[in-house]
């Protein structure tokens, strides 16, 4: 190994101990209870070092939120593969989106306002751009599960697939933040999501 790959190799290590340690550190304290220099102590790291890598606290979050996008596609992506037939995969991919709210919430707070306070926060262009587009991916899995049940006559047509689709978006992130605003308790998310779909596939399901 050269000089120059083994540096890369090694830059490429801090930058993953940092996300790592930043991770756990947030999902501890929250975003809010997390400094540059609790991190920088935690891998014992000087402050310059953390700087080399992530230009502030804001841009470390976001290359997360990145990285838990990405968990969140593959997730729907696998949803959307399952299933018998149209009703059963948009279902999977309502089961899949909650169990990732649950598996990482402190993430999914900030995940889906952050284009409303990326002015405050000092997040890199590029990652909001990459952040924006993997978003877009999701929805986009959700579309084609409702396009394909259209053309399989399972759902009726003459609605556009992507308003469809963003309505169950919809739907859901206001169910959890309902539960997250602490209107409805945990509990009832489950409930309240399974209420939510039936009463949108009632107006899509083909009539016999």
């Known amino acids: 190994m050269g000089t120059r790959e083994r540096k890369e190799r090694e830059f490429e290590t801090r930058r993953r101990l940092i996300l790592t340690t930043a991770t756990e550190l947030f999902q501890k ?26 230009g502030s606290k804001e841009e470390i979050y976001a290359s997360i939120l990145v990285e838990h996008l990405n968990i969140l596609l593959s997730c729907l992506k696998e949803a959307a593969r399952t299933g018998r037939n149209t009703l059963e995969r948009l279902r999977n991919s309502m089961k899949a989106y909650v169990r990732f709210y ?24 590029t990652l909001l751009k990459e952040i924006r587009t993997l978003k877009i991916a999701c929805l986009l899995e959700l579309q084609n599960v409702v396009r394909e049940g259209v053309r399989s006559g399972e759902l009726e047509g003459g609605r556009p697939d992507a308003q469809v689709s963003m309505v169950m978006w919809g739907m859901i992130n206001g169910i959890i933040q309902l539960v997250e605003s602490r209107q409805f308790k945990e509990e009832d998310l489950d409930r309240l999501i399974g209420l939510g779909f039936e009463i949108v596939l009632g107006g899509l399901k083909r009539k016999a």
């Open 102 to 125: 649950r598996e990482h919430r402190e993430y999914f707070k900030l995940l889906f306002f952050i284009d409303l306070v990326s002015d405050h926060y000092r997040v890199p262009d």
């Open 29 to 54: 304290d929250g975003f809010g209870g997390v400094t540059l220099d609790d991190i920088a102590s935690a891998i014992e790291f000087s402050k310059g070092t953390i700087y080399n890598h992530f």
